[in-house]
């Protein structure tokens, strides 16, 4: 499969497809990522996606911590959606993401 077209088909699957654990974090060429309904883990050896430029995440639960290093490790990340981060509330957050424009 094409690596742009395995790109997108994955980064809309839900977090919890069996794909996205192994698959996930392999990738860097995508540029738009939309996950939904999930748990979220960041592996220890995560480097960040250069090229992420729009996160959504619906329905994702994600550790704080884990968010913030995602967020840190995506350098030109500028958009940014958060709809339900799961059980735990974000709360006041601050993130390291200097070209964040958007973040809701």
Known sequence: MHSRMATDRISSLPCNHPLI?????????????YLVHGELRLPFAFRGFGRLATLDLVNVSMVVEDFKSFIF????L??????SFGPKAIGDLEI???NVKFFS
Do not use: M, R
Request: charged share 15%.
């Open 73 to 76: 490790k995506c350098p030109i």
């Open 78 to 83: 500028e958009y940014v959606t958060v709809q």
């Open 21 to 33: 654990s192994q698959l996930l974090f392999t990738l860097d060429q995508f540029a738009h990522s």
């Open 96 to 98: 390291d993401a200097p």
